[in-house]
C-alpha cells in the first residue's frame, strides 16, 4: 500500500473526490440539457425567421406584379 492510498483511506478524502465527481457530473449533464435547450430556441427562431423572409420575399414579388399591371 502506498502512502497516498494511506491517506485516502485514513481521510476518507477518496469519498470526497466520488463526490466531487458526481457533482461534476452532474453539473455537466444540466449544462448539457441547457445547451439542448438552446439549441431547439434557436432552431424555432430560424424557423420563423425562414418563414417571415419568404412571406416578405412573396410581398415583394406581388407588389412588383402589381405595381407593374
Given amino acids: 500500500m502506498t502512502w497516498d492510498e494511506l491517506i485516502e483511506l485514513t481521510t ?4 470526497e473526490s466520488q463526490d466531487t ?8 449533464a444540466e449544462a448539457s440539457d441547457r445547451v439542448r435547450a438552446a439549441d431547439a430556441a434557436v432552431a424555432e427562431l430560424q424557423a420563423t425567421i425562414d418563414a ?7 410581398l ?7 405595381t407593374e399591371d
Fill in 12 to 15: 476518507g478524502s477518496d469519498v
Fill in 60 to 66: 415583394r414579388t406581388e407588389a412588383t406584379s402589381t
Fill in 21 to 28: 465527481r458526481s457533482d461534476r457530473s452532474r453539473q455537466a
Fill in 52 to 58: 417571415a423572409l419568404a412571406e416578405l420575399r412573396r
